[in-house]
């Protein structure tokens, strides 16, 4: 392994300075980034950015851009419910709707119109119904 990081801030480390044409030390006196940071020569006190050789650490992408896919954002809608109780509640009786009856939450209801349904939600008068094609609110328990 050979990875290279910045020199501490407020350390000093040796490198080229272009204005004295010579290896001088540089003090560190803030990382800009990862791989750059504000550097001041102790002799002629110029400031610049000094940079990593980019080497190494750099060679290896994140994979996170090249990979993006869209991912499968689709929701499950009514139809998926319905499909997965039709097949978990299979063995149940559906209940012919009728106008009249009381039905409760999760029953299952044959609809003369709708057809096979599956009540969702239940209030005193009207119910919910998970239809295959939509969600219906229909009345109930009409005396
Ligand atoms: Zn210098």
């Not at 050789?53 to 499968?72: N, Q, R, W």
């Given at each position: ?76 809608t009514h139809a998926d419910?319905f ?61």
């Amino acid at each position: 392994m050979n990875q290279i990081t910045l020199p501490a801030v407020a350390k000093s480390f040796y490198t080229f300075c272009k204005k004295c044409d010579a290896e001088r030390y540089h003090t560190v006196l803030t990382h800009k980034s990862p791989t750059s940071a504000k550097v001041q020569c102790e002799v002629c006190k110029g400031i610049k950015t000094y940079s990593l050789p980019k080497e190494g650490a750099v060679a290896k992408k994140t994979a996170s851009g090249a990979a993006k896919k869209p991912s499968k954002s689709r929701k499950p809608t009514h139809a998926d419910d319905f499909q997965a109780l039709t097949t978990n509640r299979s063995a149940d009786k559906a209940i012919p709707f009728s106008i009249k009856t009381k039905f409760e939450l999760n029953q299952k209801i044959d609809h003369s119109t709708f057809g096979m349904g599956y009540v969702k939600s239940v209030q005193p008068d009207r119910i919910q119904v998970l239809f295959e094609s939509e969600i219906k609110t229909l009345m109930h328990n009409k005396v």
